[in-house]
């Protein structure tokens, strides 16, 4: 049994570490060593997710099991901060974080908690909610639209010296998305 809930400051190591090891069992391989751990330490280390955690511009939900140990995590950022000039979008969410442990993936996790995002989109009154997703991650990709985004632009991401092609993924919220709101409650 696992349990959805808000992430609190206690999080905030059991969380960076979570982000590190999915990002190094996917992506690591694709980077220079030094790269690589420049953009974990800037992006991932303990003080910046604890940063996150108390930013009221962002929402972190974690899922856990029953020791308490997390499993997966997803951040949103209230006003997306993803390159404007490719939607109409008058108040996009960005979705910029869906991690899940690397031995739980395919287990549900990751649509619990877009589930999760959805209903905090149409809760914060979000018309789109966008993600950038890497070019080369078809798994990633494929989530995604079984969630109903669609690429609308093709921009870049910068792991330290190194540029990756990325997809600028959007879901326009409709009316329907409404009844998301009580069924994913935190």
Same mark, same amino acid.
């Given at each position: 049994?696992?349990?959805?809930?808000?992430?609190?400051?206690?999080?905030?190591?059991?969380?960076?570490?979570?982000?590190?090891?999915?990002?190094?069992?996917?992506?690591?391989?694709?980077? *220079?060593?030094? $790269?690589? +751990?420049?953009?974990? #330490?800037?992006? @991932?280390?303990?003080? =910046?997710?604890?940063?996150?955690?108390?930013?009221?511009?962002?929402?972190?939900?974690?899922?856990?099991?029953?020791?308490?140990?997390?499993?997966?995590?997803?951040?949103?950022?209230?006003?997306?901060?993803?390159?404007?000039?490719?939607?109409?979008?008058?108040?996009?969410?960005?979705?910029?974080?869906?991690?899940?442990?690397?031995?739980?993936?395919?287990?549900?996790?990751?649509? *619990?908690?877009? $589930?999760? +995002?959805?209903?905090? #989109?149409?809760? @914060?009154?979000?018309? =789109?909610?966008?993600?950038?997703?890497?070019?080369?991650?078809?798994?990633?990709?494929?989530?995604?639209?079984?969630?109903?985004?669609?690429?609308?632009?093709?921009?870049?991401?910068?792991?330290?010296?190194?540029?990756?092609?990325?997809?600028?993924?959007?879901?326009?919220?409709?009316?329907?998305?409404?009844?998301?709101?009580?069924?994913?409650?935190?």
């Amino acid at each position: 049994m696992s349990f959805l809930r808000i992430a609190v400051p206690e999080d905030a190591a059991p969380l960076a570490d979570l982000a590190r090891r999915a990002l190094s069992a996917k992506f690591e391989h694709l980077y *220079r060593p030094e $790269d690589f +751990a420049m953009f974990l #330490a800037e992006n @991932h280390s303990d003080g =910046e997710t604890g940063r996150q955690i108390a930013d009221p511009g962002m929402r972190i939900a974690v899922i856990e099991d029953e020791e308490g140990a997390l499993l997966a995590f997803c951040k949103l950022v209230l006003e997306s901060t993803l390159p404007a000039g490719h939607s109409d979008a008058r108040r996009p969410l960005e979705l910029k974080q869906l991690y899940t442990d690397p031995a739980r993936i395919g287990g549900g996790l990751g649509a *619990r908690l877009m $589930d999760w +995002a959805l209903a905090q #989109a149409v809760d @914060h009154g979000a018309d =789109e909610i966008q993600l950038s997703v890497y070019s080369e991650n078809p798994e990633a990709q494929r989530f995604y639209h079984r969630h109903g985004f669609t690429k609308i632009a093709d921009i870049e991401f910068w792991v330290g010296t190194h540029c990756d092609p990325e997809f600028l993924y959007a879901r326009k919220m409709t009316p329907a998305d409404g009844g998301l709101a009580a069924a994913a409650q935190v």
